[in-house]
């Protein structure tokens, strides 16, 4: 398994905190302020994988870019690590972003595409070595010159290379990859420069199923391998359910719930959330609280387990909004023809 003590420049990787953060876009003729954040309060673990998840316009790439520096906010602090980044450019920051659009260099190959970054960390080497490597690397492979600096950048691009499976396209240009290869290059060149934080935004909607289910895995073995600090950002729960350690669910620019992807499905926090997370969704009935666990609706009755009988007493009398996910039906004998209502067996 490939190690952190492999990285070029390695650091440790970092928490990332999000303190009472706000961000909202100035007012236009016409139209008022416009808030997209609202008191974000948000910790993220060393070496987590954290999915951001919500209906479009909900904020979530907005967060990100916050994060990343490519949008200032209008309160709040952000962290990484035990350092405040509020007033850093996002070069200072030490996080590496992917983009729904690949953005790769189209003059580079593959292996240039992906070295790019690590190329780029200080380097401890004498001045001369560092000039005979760059001179002479546009030259046929026996004569270039490769110091230790060069031949780990070479090991780490492989190893890279391997795990997303383009070793056997490091001599590309990017004009000769298909959409899915030039993500999975994207996606290697971030890696490979070992931030502290790794931010994506929506990497896999320009795929199709298929490579975006391929390219899922290998973006999760990836991060398992690296360890880095990792923040999602899709609109698909399915991406969110499978990828994410947590996942955070937004809308209109407020955290709905923070949960495992098991919390979240079985515990929804609100309607919202319940709503949204499943596919097909949930399905919410109203029904009347008649007796310490009977619910009755006009078409059928229900009798819940006795863990419920605290929360509906005092309910008794009340019409409420019973939320059951379609698994969670079976069919029940049939009722006495005397009885009013139908009943239905469920899992609560």
């Not at 398994?1 to 003729?29: C, D, H, I, W």
């Not at 967060?63 to 405040?84: C, M, Q, S």
């Not at 931030?195 to 199923?209: G, R, W, Y």
């Not at 955070?248 to 949204?276: C, K, M």
Request: with cysteine.
């Amino acid at each position: 398994m490939l190690g952190q003590a492999n990285f070029v420049g390695m650091e440790a990787v970092a928490s990332v905190s999000l303190e009472s953060l706000y961000k909202t876009y100035p007012p236009r003729k016409g139209s008022p302020a416009n808030p997209v954040l609202r008191d974000i309060d948000l910790t993220i673990g060393d070496g987590e994988f954290l999915v951001l998840v919500g209906p479009s316009g909900c904020g979530k790439s907005t967060l990100l870019r916050t994060i990343a520096g490519l949008e200032t906010i209008t309160g709040g602090t952000i962290r990484i690590g035990d350092r405040p980044v509020n007033d850093l450019p996002p070069k200072d920051r030490d996080i590496a972003m992917v983009f729904q659009s690949y953005a790769l260099y189209p003059h580079m190959t593959v292996y240039d595409n992906l070295a790019f970054g690590l190329r780029r960390t200080k380097s401890k080497s004498p001045a001369w070595q560092t000039l005979l490597v760059e001179t002479s690397r546009n030259l046929p492979k026996p004569l270039r010159y490769s110091n230790d600096r060069e031949k780990a950048i070479s090991t780490q691009v492989q190893t890279i290379a391997q795990i997303l499976q383009i070793d056997h396209l490091l001599d590309r240009l990017p004009k000769q990859l298909s959409g899915g290869q030039k993500q999975r290059v994207a996606l290697g060149r971030a890696h490979g420069r070992a931030p502290q934080v790794f931010l994506m935004d929506e990497p896999l909607s320009n795929l199709d199923a298929k490579l975006r289910a391929e390219t899922r895995s290998q973006i999760v073995k990836l991060q398992r391998q690296l360890g880095t600090t990792t923040i999602y950002v899709t609109h698909d729960q399915v991406e969110a359910m499978t990828m994410g350690d947590r996942i955070v669910v937004l809308s209109e620019g407020e955290i709905q719930q923070v949960a495992t992807p098991l919390d979240l499905y079985n515990h929804p926090a609100n309607r919202f959330v319940a709503e949204f997370i499943g596919s097909p969704p949930m399905n919410f009935i109203p029904v009347q609280v008649q007796g310490p666990l009977t619910l009755v609706h006009p078409e059928f009755r229900i009798t819940l387990p006795n863990r419920y009988a605290t929360p509906l007493e005092p309910r008794e009398g009340e019409t409420i909004t019973l939320g059951i996910r379609p698994e969670h039906l079976t069919p029940a004998i049939a009722p006495p023809k005397t009885s009013p209502s139908r009943s239905i067996c469920s899992k609560p």
